[in-house]
């Protein structure tokens, strides 16, 4: 897929409560177009296509390729999604948004091409490690983990001025329990679900489930109604505290596995509605607390990522390189 200058590029953003469209100017030194940017409850639309069709009219556009980022395993011609049921099949969608061309990927595989393109002020650092700049000179990996509707895990590799992200569905791993109480949050579990990822703890209700395990009787039932509770009561406190240091073991475990010893990024939509109580210090304590390993995992930076779309960000960078461009030199990254 090779684009003309200044090709006009479709891009979504596919998640389980949302679904986020824009343009991507391929000839842009900013390639993602804020302008464009309009964003959807799926519930509200019977289809994805319903949905971009409905975008398209509404921005009056007619491109002629898209990248899709969607919640879900790219594995074939349909994308089921995890936490949805939309089905997406890349030859329908050819046909129903007469597109020549449609590159379909992994929501969180997507995320991670953002970070070459992330401002100053889209990042925020989580305990005192500032962040690495992208080498194109080096052999480098990033982890992204994402607590949102899902928990969206991706990485990207960076090898000879190359970019490669990691497509995984790494939220579905087995969780882990650190202590005695989440021993006990963990049995609660077993006995609701047939097998207790750490997307059933780490993401918005999987916050529900950890509060309730904790707090059977407290009536906060929804994450807005803990996280605006946290302040003044101190079982949504206790759980808020617990979420946070529980995100910060697996986003460790997840720099062990990948490998990620260039920065561990944190996006999803609770990460900047957490970010006070993530530099409490209970997120990066268990970040470091990996046994023979906690030397290594100090040195590893910890970063938040604010940028409202990075999802689409991600995916306009997948659309510069879908059509043969290098990605602009920001501030994050550093060409050879």
């Known amino acids: 897929m090779h684009s003309a200058a200044g090709e006009s590029v479709l891009l979504a953003d596919v998640g389980g409560t949302n ?27 019977a289809t994805f296509a319903d949905a971009a069709r409905g975008y398209l009219r509404e921005i009056d556009a007619r491109p002629s390729r898209g990248v899709f980022a969607v919640a879900g395993p790219v594995t074939g011609d349909e994308v089921r999604m995890t936490n949805h049921p939309w089905l997406l099949s890349r030859a329908r969608l050819h046909e129903e948004l007469e597109l020549d061309a449609l590159l379909l990927v992994n929501d969180f595989a997507a995320m991670s091409h953002c970070l070459p393109l992330l401002a100053v002020n889209d990042m925020h650092a989580i305990g005192g490690v500032p962040p690495t700049r992208i080498d194109l000179r080096r052999r480098q990996t990033f982890a992204v983990i994402g607590p949102g509707t899902g928990l969206g895990v991706g990485a990207l590799l960076v090898d000879g001025g190359r970019f490669v992200g990691l497509q995984t569905e790494g939220g579905h791993v087995g969780f882990a329990p650190g202590d005695a109480v989440e021993t006990e949050v963990l049995r609660q579990l077993m006995a609701r679900f047939e097998r207790v990822s750490a997307e059933r703890l780490l993401c918005g209700s999987g916050l529900v489930n950890l509060h309730h395990a904790l707090h059977p009787e407290s009536p906060e039932d929804t994450p807005e109604r803990i996280t605006a509770a946290a302040n003044t009561d101190p079982r949504c406190r206790e759980t808020i505290e617990r979420f946070c240091a529980m995100l910060g073991s697996i986003a460790g475990d997840f720099a062990l596995a990948f490998g990620a010893w260039d920065g561990v990024y ?22 470091d607390a990996k046994g023979r390993y906690a030397s290594v995992l100090a040195r590893i930076p910890t970063i938040a990522i604010l940028h409202a779309d990075a999802g689409l960000l991600g995916a306009a960078a997948l659309a510069l390189l879908d059509a043969g461009r290098s990605l602009p030199n920001g501030v994050m990254a550093e060409s050879a």
């Open 266 to 287: 944190l996006a999803g939509g609770l990460t900047p509605k957490l970010l006070g109580w993530l530099g409490n210090g209970g997120f990066r304590a268990r970040f």
């Open 19 to 45: 679904v986020r469209f824009a343009l991507a100017d391929t000839a842009a030194s900013s390639p993602l177009r804020i302008d464009s940017i309009r964003r959807y409850r799926v519930a509200d639309c």
